[in-house]
C-alpha cells in the first residue's frame, strides 16, 4: 500500500510541474536545522546479536539538519529536491539475550517536495507540502563492553508532510519556521562488518522542528 501511495505522490507532483504557470520561476537554496525526534522502535532480529527474538530500542530527542534547492513556478507553487541528516541516541534492548546497548539511529534521506503557499500577512507567508522519500541509508549503532557492531539498509520509500512559514526580512531572504514530518514503514536492517543477521520491522517515522533561511535568486 506503501508503494502504491508513493507512486501516486510521486506522480501528483510531477504533474503539479507539468501544469504551474511558468512565473515567477525564481530559484532558491534553502537550509534548517533543529529538533529532531523519532518514536521507539521495536522489531524482530533473525539471528541478530546471534540470537533471534524481539529488538526494543528507545531513543532520545536528536538533532536534524538539511539543504534543499527548489524552484517558485508561480505564486502560489513550488517544487524542491531535499537532503537531510538526522541522529538520535539510542539504549536498545535484546529480549533472547537481555543485552542491553547505547548508541545512536541514524539516516541520511533524500525528499521530492511539492509546497502550496498560502496568502501572506504583515511579512508571514504560511505553506504546506507533502514530499516523496527515499533513504539513502539508515543504521543503528550498538556499543556493548566497548565493542561496536551495527545494522544498516536503505532504498525505502516514504512520505512526507510539511507545514511552515516563511518571514520575508530582506529582499531575498526569508527565515523559515517550519515542522515535517515522514513515515517509512517496515525497515530492513542487515549486519555490517561482524555484526550477523538482520532486524526487521522498524517503523522509521521521524519529526523535526525546524528554523532555517531561504534564499531567492
Same mark, same amino acid.
Given at each position: !500500500?506503501?508503494? *502504491?501511495? $508513493?507512486? &501516486?505522490? =510521486?506522480?501528483?507532483?510531477? %504533474?503539479?510541474?507539468?501544469?504551474?504557470?511558468?512565473?515567477?520561476?525564481?530559484?532558491? /537554496?534553502?537550509?534548517?536545522?533543529?529538533?529532531?525526534?523519532?518514536?521507539?522502535?521495536?522489531?524482530?532480529?533473525? $539471528?541478530?546479536?546471534?540470537?533471534?527474538?524481539?529488538?526494543?530500542?528507545?531513543?532520545?530527542?536528536?538533532? =536534524?539538519?538539511?539543504?534543499?534547492?527548489?524552484?517558485?513556478?508561480?505564486?502560489?507553487?513550488? #517544487?524542491?529536491?531535499?537532503?537531510?541528516?538526522?541522529?538520535?541516541?539510542?539504549? +536498545?534492548?535484546?529480549?533472547?539475550?537481555?543485552?542491553?546497548?547505547? #548508541?545512536?539511529?541514524?539516516? $541520511? +534521506?533524500?525528499?521530492?517536495?511539492?509546497?502550496?503557499?498560502? %496568502?501572506? =500577512?504583515?511579512?508571514?507567508?504560511?505553506? &504546506?507540502?507533502?514530499?516523496?522519500?527515499?533513504?539513502?541509508? *539508515?543504521?543503528?549503532?550498538?556499543?556493548?563492553?566497548?565493542?561496536?557492531?551495527?545494522?544498516?539498509?536503505?532504498?525505502?520509500?516514504?512520505?512526507?508532510? *510539511?507545514?511552515? &512559514?516563511?518571514?520575508?526580512?530582506?529582499?531575498?531572504?526569508?527565515?523559515?519556521?517550519?515542522?515535517?514530518?515522514?513515515?517509512?514503514?517496515?525497515?530492513?536492517?542487515?549486519?555490517?562488518?561482524?555484526? $550477523?543477521? +538482520?532486524?526487521?520491522?522498524?517503523?522509521?517515522?521521524? !519529526?523535526?522542528?525546524? /528554523?532555517?533561511?531561504?534564499?531567492?535568486?
Amino acid at each position: !500500500m506503501q508503494k *502504491i501511495l $508513493s507512486l &501516486a505522490l =510521486f506522480c501528483a507532483i510531477n %504533474a503539479t510541474y507539468a501544469v504551474a504557470d511558468t512565473a515567477p520561476n525564481t530559484l532558491y /537554496i534553502t537550509t534548517q536545522s533543529g529538533i529532531g525526534l523519532v518514536g521507539d522502535q521495536s522489531g524482530t532480529g533473525n $539471528s541478530a546479536d546471534d540470537f533471534s527474538g524481539n529488538w526494543n530500542t528507545t531513543l532520545d530527542t536528536g538533532y =536534524f539538519a538539511g539543504f534543499g534547492v527548489g524552484y517558485l513556478y508561480n505564486d502560489k507553487l513550488s #517544487g524542491e529536491i531535499y537532503w537531510e541528516y538526522r541522529s538520535n541516541d539510542a539504549q +536498545t534492548r535484546v529480549s533472547a539475550t537481555g543485552n542491553e546497548y547505547s #548508541g545512536n539511529y541514524a539516516s $541520511s +534521506t533524500i525528499y521530492f517536495n511539492t509546497y502550496y503557499h498560502f %496568502a501572506s =500577512f504583515d511579512n508571514w507567508r504560511p505553506y &504546506a507540502g507533502l514530499g516523496l522519500g527515499y533513504l539513502q541509508e *539508515i543504521d543503528i549503532d550498538l556499543e556493548l563492553a566497548g565493542i561496536e557492531t551495527s545494522y544498516s539498509g536503505d532504498g525505502d520509500l516514504g512520505l512526507q508532510a *510539511i507545514i511552515g &512559514a516563511n518571514y520575508s526580512f530582506a529582499d531575498r531572504l526569508d527565515l523559515s519556521l517550519e515542522a515535517r514530518y515522514a513515515r517509512f514503514s517496515s525497515t530492513e536492517l542487515t549486519g555490517e562488518g561482524m555484526a $550477523s543477521g +538482520t532486524i526487521d520491522g522498524f517503523d522509521y517515522d521521524p !519529526m523535526s522542528i525546524a /528554523i532555517g533561511l531561504k534564499y531567492r535568486f
